[in-house]
């Protein structure tokens, strides 16, 4: 097996165990190409992404084209001279000039079992559908999005308390080794690639601004899924006396006769309800309830569900969504 010379592209927090893992490999990283830096914060300060920074933190050579079939980024590309491209949430599609520079090709490494969640938020659609397993799956690039062939596909179990960023960081690790392993498997020529059945294809678009508010019509699990697929970014949110609050956590809910506790009595979807051993629940549109944990009213810090109740609905019935 021969090392390779290795051109990285890559954005978020999500690429760096990919990037840490493959500069231990013994392969060369010739070069790292992320976003240019983004305005941020009210101030609109320059901000690099964290891939940006890592590099730097490195001494990497940083390239940021703000289009990456430009030909001065071409040229660039072609004086490194890479022999393989390793893609991990760049967040642009790559043009067919630039696949075809490097003698081994391009891959990439994506947070789903392909053909399964193909686009932008995979991992965001996963928790919001109640997926029971997701994976990480290793493509060779393709002009199509995310349609190519698998190189490596390794499934992993999904758990109803995961928050979708709690299940980025664990497949931002378990990928960063599966990445390597197929850099390894690529250098050494051992690599094979299966076409994805793409008549089985879902797609996972990026999340819609008006998906972040709850509807409490809708049945407890939506709900409870809409919370944890939401978290950390961009939260889900409801309202309170015409006032937007934001819904951070809260208890999976509990299956037909399964005891632990009291339960609110049935009400009108949004109600709020304080029970006597301190647990605030919301009713949902299906009949059931859901229990609350953290919140955060607009402009202030984050609540328990018990703080919040005590310090804003001491005065008669609460209902969210008005």
Not at 6 to 31: K, N, W, Y
Not at 33 to 54: A, F, I
Not at 232 to 238: C, D, I, L, R
């Amino acid at each position: 097996m021969k090392n390779l010379k290795l051109l990285f592209l890559g954005t978020p927090d999500f690429a760096l165990p990919s990037l840490e893992q493959l500069s231990r490999s013994g392969h060369l990283l010739s070069a790292v190409v992320t976003p240019p830096d983004r305005p941020r914060g009210r101030k609109g300060t320059l901000q690099p992404s964290p891939v940006k920074r890592w590099a730097l933190e490195h001494r990497l050579p940083v390239l940021q084209p703000a289009v990456p079939g430009e030909d001065s980024f071409l040229q660039e590309i072609a004086r490194l001279a890479p022999d393989l491209i390793v893609l991990v949430a760049y967040g642009k599609i790559l043009p067919a000039p630039l696949l075809g520079l490097p003698p081994l090709g391009a891959i990439n490494l994506h947070p789903s079992l392909l053909p399964a969640y193909r686009g932008a938020a995979p991992i965001e659609r996963a928790v919001l559908d109640g997926a029971a397993f997701t994976g990480v799956t290793v493509i060779e690039l393709a002009p199509e999005l995310d349609a190519g062939d698998i190189i490596l596909q390794e499934r992993h179990p999904l758990s109803i308390n995961e928050t979708a960023g709690e299940l980025a960081g664990r497949l931002a690790a378990a990928g960063a080794l599966l990445l390597e392993k197929a850099v390894q498997q690529i250098a050494a020529g051992e690599a094979r690639r299966t076409p994805q059945e793409h008549a089985r294809a879902s797609y996972a678009p990026p999340l819609r601004r008006e998906e972040e508010r709850l509807d409490w019509s809708a049945d407890a699990l939506t709900l409870y899924n809409r919370i944890r697929g939401l978290n950390p970014k961009p939260g889900a949110y409801t309202t309170c006396r015409g006032r937007r609050l934001k819904i951070w956590r809260a208890k999976p809910p509990r299956s037909p006769g399964e005891g632990q506790g009291e339960l609110p009595p049935r009400a009108a979807p949004g109600t709020l309800t304080a029970l006597e051993n301190g647990r605030i629940f919301a009713a949902a549109g299906d009949g059931a309830s859901l229990e609350l944990l953290e919140l955060q009213p607009a402009g202030k810090q984050r609540l328990t569900a018990v703080e919040y109740y005590h310090g804003y609905c001491a005065s008669g019935e609460l209902r969210l969504g008005e």
